[in-house]
Protein backbone atom coordinates (compact mmCIF):
# COMPACT_ATOMS: atom_id res chain seq x y z
CA UNK A 1 0.00 0.00 0.00
CA UNK A 2 1.34 3.48 -0.93
CA UNK A 3 0.49 6.32 2.29
CA UNK A 4 -0.67 9.86 1.43
CA UNK A 5 -0.55 10.51 4.87
CA UNK A 6 0.75 9.28 7.99
CA UNK A 7 -2.12 8.31 9.61
CA UNK A 8 -0.63 7.00 12.55
CA UNK A 9 1.12 10.48 13.49
CA UNK A 10 -2.33 12.00 14.00
CA UNK A 11 -3.96 9.89 17.41
CA UNK A 12 -3.65 6.42 17.75
CA UNK A 13 -6.05 3.97 19.06
CA UNK A 14 -4.91 3.92 23.05
CA UNK A 15 -4.76 7.67 23.13
CA UNK A 16 -8.18 7.82 21.35
CA UNK A 17 -9.72 5.66 24.49
CA UNK A 18 -8.13 7.11 27.20
CA UNK A 19 -9.08 10.88 25.99
CA UNK A 20 -12.72 9.54 25.39
CA UNK A 21 -13.17 8.15 28.96
CA UNK A 22 -11.63 11.66 30.43
CA UNK A 23 -13.66 13.39 28.28
CA UNK A 24 -16.89 11.84 29.81
CA UNK A 25 -16.33 11.80 33.38
CA UNK A 26 -15.60 15.60 32.83
CA UNK A 27 -18.92 15.99 31.19
CA UNK A 28 -20.78 13.66 33.11
CA UNK A 29 -19.86 15.40 36.14
CA UNK A 30 -20.88 18.75 34.86
CA UNK A 31 -24.33 17.52 33.98
CA UNK A 32 -24.99 16.67 37.18
CA UNK A 33 -25.17 20.43 38.27
CA UNK A 34 -26.76 21.55 34.38
CA UNK A 35 -29.01 19.72 32.69
CA UNK A 36 -27.97 21.61 29.83
CA UNK A 37 -24.80 20.62 29.74
CA UNK A 38 -25.93 17.13 30.00
CA UNK A 39 -27.26 17.10 26.53
CA UNK A 40 -24.47 18.99 25.42
CA UNK A 41 -22.04 16.15 26.74
CA UNK A 42 -24.22 13.59 24.96
CA UNK A 43 -23.94 15.09 21.76
CA UNK A 44 -20.03 15.30 22.13
CA UNK A 45 -19.80 11.93 23.37
CA UNK A 46 -21.39 10.54 20.09
CA UNK A 47 -18.94 12.94 17.67
CA UNK A 48 -16.45 11.19 19.88
CA UNK A 49 -17.22 8.07 19.15
CA UNK A 50 -17.32 8.60 15.40
CA UNK A 51 -13.79 9.84 16.10
CA UNK A 52 -12.52 6.42 17.47
CA UNK A 53 -14.37 4.66 15.43
CA UNK A 54 -12.89 6.01 12.35
CA UNK A 55 -9.61 6.10 13.90
CA UNK A 56 -9.97 2.10 14.52
CA UNK A 57 -10.51 1.51 11.09
CA UNK A 58 -7.88 3.46 9.54
CA UNK A 59 -7.97 3.65 5.87
CA UNK A 60 -5.22 3.12 3.29
CA UNK A 61 -4.64 4.89 0.29
CA UNK A 62 -3.94 3.33 -3.07
CA UNK A 63 -5.12 3.94 -6.80
CA UNK A 64 -8.22 1.75 -8.10
CA UNK A 65 -7.66 -1.57 -9.96
CA UNK A 66 -8.11 -0.56 -13.90
CA UNK A 67 -8.89 2.62 -15.30
CA UNK A 68 -12.34 4.68 -15.44
CA UNK A 69 -13.60 6.55 -18.78
CA UNK A 70 -14.88 10.06 -19.50
CA UNK A 71 -18.45 10.06 -19.81
CA UNK A 72 -19.72 13.54 -21.61
CA UNK A 73 -22.74 14.03 -21.80
CA UNK A 74 -25.53 16.35 -22.37
CA UNK A 75 -23.86 18.08 -25.30
CA UNK A 76 -25.36 20.29 -27.44
CA UNK A 77 -27.23 18.66 -30.72
CA UNK A 78 -25.21 21.28 -32.74
CA UNK A 79 -21.88 20.21 -31.74
CA UNK A 80 -19.85 17.09 -31.36
CA UNK A 81 -16.90 16.26 -28.96
CA UNK A 82 -13.63 16.42 -31.69
CA UNK A 83 -11.17 14.67 -29.10
CA UNK A 84 -10.99 11.43 -27.56
CA UNK A 85 -10.81 12.40 -23.51
CA UNK A 86 -8.87 10.09 -21.76
CA UNK A 87 -9.00 7.38 -19.02
CA UNK A 88 -8.75 8.22 -15.28
CA UNK A 89 -6.47 6.75 -12.41
CA UNK A 90 -8.26 7.07 -9.37
CA UNK A 91 -6.29 7.04 -6.27
CA UNK A 92 -9.20 6.66 -2.25
CA UNK A 93 -8.22 6.03 1.00
CA UNK A 94 -10.82 2.85 1.52
CA UNK A 95 -10.90 0.94 4.81
CA UNK A 96 -8.82 -2.61 4.10
CA UNK A 97 -12.05 -5.11 3.95
CA UNK A 98 -13.43 -2.19 1.08
CA UNK A 99 -10.09 -2.67 -0.86
CA UNK A 100 -11.14 -6.57 -1.28
CA UNK A 101 -13.86 -5.40 -3.53
CA UNK A 102 -13.22 -2.24 -5.05
CA UNK A 103 -12.87 -1.89 -8.70
CA UNK A 104 -12.84 1.10 -11.50
CA UNK A 105 -16.48 -0.31 -12.27
CA UNK A 106 -17.44 1.26 -8.74
CA UNK A 107 -16.47 5.02 -10.13
CA UNK A 108 -18.12 6.96 -13.01
CA UNK A 109 -16.57 9.86 -14.97
CA UNK A 110 -19.44 12.01 -16.04
CA UNK A 111 -18.93 15.63 -17.78
CA UNK A 112 -22.23 17.35 -18.31
CA UNK A 113 -21.24 19.98 -21.34
CA UNK A 114 -25.07 21.29 -21.96
CA UNK A 115 -23.28 25.20 -21.15
CA UNK A 116 -20.21 24.57 -23.06
CA UNK A 117 -19.83 26.20 -26.22
CA UNK A 118 -18.22 25.35 -29.13
CA UNK A 119 -14.02 25.40 -28.73
CA UNK A 120 -11.52 23.92 -25.92
CA UNK A 121 -11.82 23.59 -22.88
CA UNK A 122 -10.17 22.65 -20.21
CA UNK A 123 -12.21 21.05 -17.17
CA UNK A 124 -10.97 19.88 -13.46
CA UNK A 125 -12.32 16.26 -13.29
CA UNK A 126 -12.66 15.76 -9.80
CA UNK A 127 -15.55 17.43 -8.87
CA UNK A 128 -17.39 15.23 -11.99
CA UNK A 129 -16.30 11.68 -10.32
CA UNK A 130 -19.03 9.59 -9.25
CA UNK A 131 -18.97 7.04 -6.41
CA UNK A 132 -20.96 5.46 -3.92
CA UNK A 133 -20.05 3.94 -0.32
CA UNK A 134 -18.77 7.35 0.57
CA UNK A 135 -18.78 6.19 4.49
CA UNK A 136 -16.14 4.03 3.90
CA UNK A 137 -13.97 5.30 0.78
CA UNK A 138 -12.84 8.95 0.19
CA UNK A 139 -11.88 10.13 -3.56
CA UNK A 140 -7.97 11.53 -3.01
CA UNK A 141 -6.66 12.10 -6.62
CA UNK A 142 -7.42 11.80 -9.83
CA UNK A 143 -4.95 11.53 -12.90
CA UNK A 144 -5.33 13.68 -14.70
CA UNK A 145 -6.67 16.21 -12.85
CA UNK A 146 -7.79 17.67 -15.98
CA UNK A 147 -9.28 16.89 -19.53
CA UNK A 148 -9.07 18.64 -22.59
CA UNK A 149 -12.74 18.64 -24.16
CA UNK A 150 -13.00 20.11 -28.10
CA UNK A 151 -16.58 20.65 -29.00
CA UNK A 152 -17.07 21.30 -32.74
CA UNK A 153 -20.23 21.81 -34.77
CA UNK A 154 -21.71 18.58 -35.45
CA UNK A 155 -22.50 18.18 -39.94
CA UNK A 156 -23.68 14.57 -41.52
CA UNK A 157 -21.97 13.60 -44.86
CA UNK A 158 -23.41 10.74 -47.15
CA UNK A 159 -21.26 8.27 -49.12
CA UNK A 160 -21.74 5.51 -51.46
CA UNK A 161 -21.82 1.65 -49.26
CA UNK A 162 -18.11 0.24 -50.30
CA UNK A 163 -16.41 -2.81 -49.44
CA UNK A 164 -12.88 -4.06 -48.68
CA UNK A 165 -11.59 -7.64 -49.41
CA UNK A 166 -9.34 -9.61 -47.26
CA UNK A 167 -7.98 -13.15 -47.50
CA UNK A 168 -8.27 -14.90 -50.82
CA UNK A 169 -10.86 -17.63 -51.43
CA UNK A 170 -10.50 -21.28 -51.95
CA UNK A 171 -9.54 -22.73 -55.38
CA UNK A 172 -12.10 -23.27 -57.97
CA UNK A 173 -14.36 -19.69 -56.27
CA UNK A 174 -14.75 -16.58 -57.89
CA UNK A 175 -15.92 -13.21 -56.77
CA UNK A 176 -19.72 -12.39 -57.98
CA UNK A 177 -21.91 -9.92 -57.44
CA UNK A 178 -22.27 -7.88 -54.04
CA UNK A 179 -25.29 -6.26 -53.19
CA UNK A 180 -26.02 -4.27 -50.27
CA UNK A 181 -29.35 -3.51 -48.18
CA UNK A 182 -29.03 0.05 -49.33
CA UNK A 183 -26.55 2.20 -51.43
CA UNK A 184 -25.38 4.84 -48.97
CA UNK A 185 -24.35 5.64 -45.64
CA UNK A 186 -24.85 8.87 -43.45
CA UNK A 187 -21.21 10.02 -41.60
CA UNK A 188 -22.19 11.90 -38.13
CA UNK A 189 -19.93 14.04 -36.51
CA UNK A 190 -17.42 16.75 -35.53
CA UNK A 191 -16.67 18.93 -38.36
CA UNK A 192 -12.69 17.88 -38.60
CA UNK A 193 -13.07 14.09 -38.05
CA UNK A 194 -16.07 14.20 -41.26
CA UNK A 195 -14.02 16.25 -43.30
CA UNK A 196 -11.19 13.63 -42.90
CA UNK A 197 -13.62 10.58 -44.05
CA UNK A 198 -12.75 9.19 -48.21
CA UNK A 199 -15.21 6.00 -47.96
CA UNK A 200 -17.65 4.35 -46.05
CA UNK A 201 -16.78 0.12 -46.06
CA UNK A 202 -17.32 -2.83 -45.01
CA UNK A 203 -14.73 -5.67 -44.39
CA UNK A 204 -15.19 -8.95 -46.59
CA UNK A 205 -13.36 -12.16 -45.21
CA UNK A 206 -12.91 -14.37 -48.15
CA UNK A 207 -11.00 -17.01 -46.26
CA UNK A 208 -14.64 -18.50 -44.68
CA UNK A 209 -16.02 -18.04 -47.73
CA UNK A 210 -17.70 -21.16 -49.53
CA UNK A 211 -20.45 -20.30 -51.61
CA UNK A 212 -22.89 -17.66 -51.73
CA UNK A 213 -24.21 -16.53 -48.50
CA UNK A 214 -25.94 -13.47 -47.04
CA UNK A 215 -24.09 -11.85 -43.56
CA UNK A 216 -24.87 -9.04 -41.38
CA UNK A 217 -21.39 -6.97 -41.31
CA UNK A 218 -19.80 -3.50 -39.84
CA UNK A 219 -19.63 -0.67 -41.73
CA UNK A 220 -16.12 1.75 -40.92
CA UNK A 221 -15.01 5.25 -42.21
CA UNK A 222 -11.52 5.88 -43.83
CA UNK A 223 -9.54 8.32 -45.02
CA UNK A 224 -7.69 8.46 -47.94
CA UNK A 225 -4.57 6.00 -47.01
CA UNK A 226 -7.20 4.07 -45.66
CA UNK A 227 -6.85 4.62 -42.15
CA UNK A 228 -10.07 4.27 -39.71
CA UNK A 229 -11.87 7.50 -38.57
CA UNK A 230 -12.84 6.98 -35.11
CA UNK A 231 -15.29 9.62 -33.22
CA UNK A 232 -18.10 9.69 -35.73
CA UNK A 233 -21.41 7.66 -36.00
CA UNK A 234 -21.89 5.57 -39.09
CA UNK A 235 -25.86 5.17 -39.53
CA UNK A 236 -26.28 2.52 -40.09
CA UNK A 237 -23.74 1.27 -38.12
CA UNK A 238 -23.85 -2.62 -40.09
CA UNK A 239 -25.60 -3.62 -43.02
CA UNK A 240 -27.00 -6.90 -44.84
CA UNK A 241 -25.36 -7.81 -48.04
CA UNK A 242 -25.60 -10.75 -50.79
CA UNK A 243 -22.44 -12.09 -51.45
CA UNK A 244 -22.41 -14.26 -54.57
CA UNK A 245 -19.32 -16.80 -55.00
CA UNK A 246 -19.13 -18.40 -58.26
CA UNK A 247 -17.37 -21.59 -58.98
CA UNK A 248 -14.67 -21.38 -61.32
CA UNK A 249 -13.76 -24.94 -62.04
CA UNK A 250 -16.75 -27.11 -62.19
CA UNK A 251 -17.32 -30.85 -62.68
CA UNK A 252 -19.85 -31.88 -65.55
CA UNK A 253 -20.60 -35.16 -66.73
CA UNK A 254 -20.78 -35.23 -70.63
CA UNK A 255 -21.50 -38.25 -73.20
CA UNK A 256 -18.31 -40.28 -74.45
CA UNK A 257 -18.39 -40.38 -78.20
CA UNK A 258 -16.66 -42.81 -80.70
CA UNK A 259 -14.59 -41.34 -82.95
CA UNK A 260 -13.67 -43.59 -86.39
CA UNK A 261 -12.53 -42.53 -90.07
CA UNK A 262 -12.22 -44.70 -93.11
CA UNK A 263 -14.76 -47.36 -94.15
CA UNK A 264 -14.87 -51.27 -94.08
CA UNK A 265 -13.84 -53.45 -96.69
CA UNK A 266 -16.23 -53.71 -99.74
CA UNK A 267 -19.34 -55.87 -98.86
CA UNK A 268 -19.25 -54.97 -95.19
CA UNK A 269 -21.26 -52.54 -92.83
CA UNK A 270 -20.99 -51.36 -89.63
CA UNK A 271 -24.04 -52.10 -87.66
CA UNK A 272 -23.07 -51.45 -83.96
CA UNK A 273 -20.72 -48.86 -82.09
CA UNK A 274 -20.72 -49.46 -78.33
CA UNK A 275 -18.74 -47.74 -75.86
CA UNK A 276 -17.75 -48.49 -71.83
CA UNK A 277 -18.53 -46.12 -69.88
CA UNK A 278 -20.57 -44.00 -72.53
CA UNK A 279 -19.75 -40.98 -70.23
CA UNK A 280 -17.71 -39.39 -68.73
CA UNK A 281 -16.80 -36.41 -66.12
CA UNK A 282 -14.94 -33.29 -67.06
CA UNK A 283 -13.25 -30.92 -64.66
CA UNK A 284 -11.81 -27.61 -65.86
CA UNK A 285 -12.33 -23.35 -66.17
CA UNK A 286 -16.47 -22.97 -65.51
CA UNK A 287 -16.63 -20.97 -69.15
CA UNK A 288 -14.54 -23.50 -70.90
CA UNK A 289 -16.51 -26.54 -69.07
CA UNK A 290 -19.89 -24.59 -70.18
CA UNK A 291 -19.27 -24.78 -73.69
CA UNK A 292 -18.64 -28.80 -73.98
CA UNK A 293 -21.15 -30.94 -74.90
CA UNK A 294 -19.25 -34.58 -75.48
CA UNK A 295 -16.13 -35.55 -75.60
CA UNK A 296 -14.34 -37.99 -78.29
CA UNK A 297 -12.18 -41.18 -78.20
CA UNK A 298 -9.13 -41.08 -80.62
CA UNK A 299 -9.89 -42.11 -83.82
CA UNK A 300 -10.50 -45.48 -85.02
CA UNK A 301 -9.44 -46.73 -88.38
CA UNK A 302 -12.27 -48.84 -90.00
CA UNK A 303 -10.46 -48.88 -93.51
CA UNK A 304 -10.58 -52.95 -94.94
CA UNK A 305 -12.15 -54.22 -91.61
CA UNK A 306 -14.53 -57.13 -92.27
CA UNK A 307 -14.93 -58.66 -88.85
CA UNK A 308 -16.14 -57.38 -85.19
CA UNK A 309 -13.10 -55.12 -83.42
CA UNK A 310 -12.96 -55.00 -79.68
CA UNK A 311 -10.43 -52.77 -77.77
CA UNK A 312 -9.69 -50.20 -75.37
CA UNK A 313 -9.20 -46.72 -76.75
CA UNK A 314 -7.61 -43.20 -75.40
CA UNK A 315 -9.72 -39.94 -74.93
CA UNK A 316 -9.21 -36.85 -76.89
CA UNK A 317 -9.10 -34.27 -74.22
CA UNK A 318 -10.05 -30.63 -74.83
CA UNK A 319 -7.19 -28.27 -74.00
CA UNK A 320 -7.85 -26.77 -70.53
CA UNK A 321 -10.38 -29.57 -69.45
CA UNK A 322 -9.36 -32.59 -66.88
CA UNK A 323 -10.94 -35.80 -67.17
CA UNK A 324 -10.50 -37.06 -62.73
CA UNK A 325 -11.12 -40.95 -63.70
CA UNK A 326 -10.32 -42.90 -65.97
CA UNK A 327 -9.02 -41.41 -69.50
CA UNK A 328 -9.67 -44.94 -71.58
CA UNK A 329 -12.98 -46.36 -72.80
CA UNK A 330 -13.87 -49.76 -73.75
CA UNK A 331 -15.02 -49.44 -77.30
CA UNK A 332 -16.42 -52.96 -79.20
CA UNK A 333 -17.53 -51.99 -83.27
CA UNK A 334 -19.51 -54.89 -84.92
CA UNK A 335 -19.07 -55.73 -88.89
CA UNK A 336 -21.25 -57.76 -90.86
CA UNK A 337 -21.21 -58.52 -94.47
CA UNK A 338 -23.96 -57.06 -96.42
CA UNK A 339 -26.15 -59.48 -98.20
CA UNK A 340 -27.71 -59.98 -101.61
CA UNK A 341 -28.67 -62.15 -104.30
CA UNK A 342 -27.35 -63.21 -107.86
CA UNK A 343 -28.32 -65.89 -110.50
CA UNK A 344 -25.72 -67.19 -112.50
CA UNK A 345 -25.44 -70.28 -114.83
CA UNK A 346 -22.46 -72.39 -114.35
CA UNK A 347 -20.54 -74.47 -117.14
CA UNK A 348 -21.09 -78.12 -115.40
CA UNK A 349 -17.60 -79.98 -115.13
CA UNK A 350 -17.61 -83.64 -116.74
CA UNK A 351 -15.03 -86.29 -115.41
CA UNK A 352 -14.46 -89.63 -116.50
CA UNK A 353 -15.73 -89.18 -120.32
CA UNK A 354 -13.43 -91.36 -122.89
CA UNK A 355 -11.48 -88.88 -125.38
CA UNK A 356 -13.31 -90.55 -128.17
CA UNK A 357 -17.01 -89.33 -127.05
CA UNK A 358 -18.18 -85.80 -126.40
CA UNK A 359 -21.46 -84.16 -125.13
CA UNK A 360 -23.68 -83.18 -128.04
CA UNK A 361 -24.54 -80.23 -126.15
CA UNK A 362 -22.22 -78.28 -123.08
CA UNK A 363 -24.22 -79.05 -119.77
CA UNK A 364 -24.74 -75.95 -117.99
CA UNK A 365 -26.89 -74.91 -114.79
CA UNK A 366 -28.70 -72.15 -113.96
CA UNK A 367 -28.68 -71.39 -110.25
CA UNK A 368 -29.92 -68.77 -108.35
CA UNK A 369 -27.77 -67.28 -104.69
CA UNK A 370 -27.70 -65.40 -101.62
CA UNK A 371 -25.43 -64.22 -98.94
CA UNK A 372 -22.50 -61.82 -98.80
CA UNK A 373 -22.19 -59.40 -101.39
CA UNK A 374 -18.31 -59.59 -101.24
CA UNK A 375 -18.85 -63.65 -101.73
CA UNK A 376 -21.36 -63.10 -104.60
CA UNK A 377 -19.07 -61.11 -106.20
CA UNK A 378 -16.79 -63.72 -106.80
CA UNK A 379 -19.02 -66.48 -106.93
CA UNK A 380 -16.81 -67.90 -109.95
CA UNK A 381 -13.86 -67.97 -107.83
CA UNK A 382 -15.15 -69.22 -104.46
CA UNK A 383 -15.43 -73.07 -105.02
CA UNK A 384 -18.68 -73.80 -106.21
CA UNK A 385 -18.73 -77.52 -107.48
CA UNK A 386 -21.25 -78.74 -110.33
CA UNK A 387 -20.17 -81.90 -111.75
CA UNK A 388 -20.90 -85.38 -113.64
CA UNK A 389 -19.55 -88.36 -113.80
CA UNK A 390 -19.44 -90.27 -117.11
CA UNK A 391 -16.41 -92.62 -117.22
CA UNK A 392 -17.65 -95.62 -118.70
CA UNK A 393 -20.28 -93.80 -120.79
CA UNK A 394 -20.76 -94.06 -124.89
CA UNK A 395 -23.20 -93.02 -127.73
CA UNK A 396 -26.37 -92.24 -126.35
CA UNK A 397 -28.42 -90.66 -124.08
CA UNK A 398 -27.96 -91.19 -120.24
CA UNK A 399 -29.09 -89.85 -116.73
CA UNK A 400 -26.57 -89.35 -114.32
CA UNK A 401 -25.94 -87.75 -111.04
CA UNK A 402 -25.26 -83.76 -110.82
CA UNK A 403 -22.83 -83.13 -107.94
CA UNK A 404 -23.12 -79.78 -106.48
CA UNK A 405 -21.55 -77.85 -103.61
CA UNK A 406 -21.25 -74.50 -102.45
CA UNK A 407 -19.25 -72.58 -99.73
CA UNK A 408 -20.20 -71.75 -96.31
CA UNK A 409 -21.74 -68.39 -96.30
CA UNK A 410 -23.85 -69.08 -99.48
CA UNK A 411 -27.41 -70.39 -99.98
CA UNK A 412 -29.02 -71.54 -103.20
CA UNK A 413 -32.32 -70.86 -103.43
CA UNK A 414 -33.17 -72.61 -106.24
CA UNK A 415 -31.92 -76.54 -105.68
CA UNK A 416 -30.32 -77.82 -109.07
CA UNK A 417 -32.27 -81.20 -110.01
CA UNK A 418 -30.11 -84.34 -108.76
CA UNK A 419 -29.99 -85.92 -111.78
CA UNK A 420 -29.13 -84.93 -115.58
CA UNK A 421 -29.75 -85.97 -119.09
CA UNK A 422 -26.72 -85.97 -121.32
CA UNK A 423 -26.20 -87.47 -124.74
CA UNK A 424 -23.15 -88.33 -126.02
CA UNK A 425 -22.23 -88.57 -129.27
CA UNK A 426 -18.71 -89.50 -131.19
CA UNK A 427 -15.92 -87.09 -131.31
CA UNK A 428 -15.02 -85.91 -135.37
Known amino acids: MRDRFDLDQE ?35 LSLWVFVTDTENAREIDSVPGFVPVVPVSIASNLAIANVPPTLKIF ?32 DIAPHIEFADKRSVRLVEVTPSQITIILEPRITKTFRTEYQLYGSLASGLQMGQVQFAQQDTTVTGPKSLV ?26 AYDTSGGEIG ?69 IQLDSISQNISRKIGLRVPTAVEVPGNQFADVEISVVSIQGQVEITLPISIEGLAPEFRPKETPVLT ?13 WTIGVIAKIELTDLGVGVHTVPLFFDVPEGIKVLTEPPPNLDVELIATE
Open 11 to 45: INRDEALELARRFWNRLYNAGKSSPSLLIISILLS
Open 231 to 299: GVRLNPSSMDVDIEVLETQIVKRVPIVISTSGNPAPGFSITGLQIFPDSGEISGERVVIEGIESIYTND
Open 367 to 379: VKFSGPVNLLKEI
Open 195 to 220: GQVDSVAMNLDLNDLAGTSKRTLALH
Open 92 to 123: VAATPDRWDTLTSADFQARVNLNDYPEGEHLI
